[in-house]
């Protein structure tokens, strides 16, 4: 059983930057594969950013090279650094982990999530 709760978000203006947390309970967090999501009002929820086991990263189009995803596994926390932030990104971001070797673009592919944190992009 993993919990996973996100937090670091908030308003910001276009062009600024916001670093979004994910802080999982448990003792295996290095075994997850840890995926971050977005859902805009009205839009189905979207794949953001995926860190596997040996830190291999893979981002969506619409916001590689501007945002980051890392993971601490001695904190038990995975990261979203956002920078060069635009309206479009205004959405509620969730953070997901599951243990499954998968694509890990999908929303099936993780088992757990967190609640969500709102991030506002005022343009």
């Known amino acids: 059983q993993v919990q996973l709760v996100e937090s670091g978000g908030g308003l910001v203006q276009a062009g600024g930057s916001l670093r979004l947390s994910c802080a999982a309970s448990g003792r295996t967090f290095s075994l997850y594969y840890m995926g971050w999501f977005r859902q805009a009002p009205g839009k189905e929820r979207e794949f953001v950013a995926r860190i596997g086991r040996s830190e291999r990263t893979d981002y969506a189009d619409s916001v590689k090279g501007r945002f980051t995803i890392s993971r601490d596994n001695a904190k038990n926390t995975a990261y979203l650094q956002m920078t060069s932030l635009k309206f479009e990104d205004t959405a509620v971001y969730y953070c997901?982990?599951?243990?499954?070797?998968?694509?890990?673009?999908?929303?099936?592919?993780?088992?757990?999530w967190g609640q969500g944190t709102q991030v506002t992009v005022s343009s």
């Open positions: 997901a982990a599951d243990r499954r070797d998968r694509s890990g673009h999908m929303a099936y592919d993780y088992y757990y």
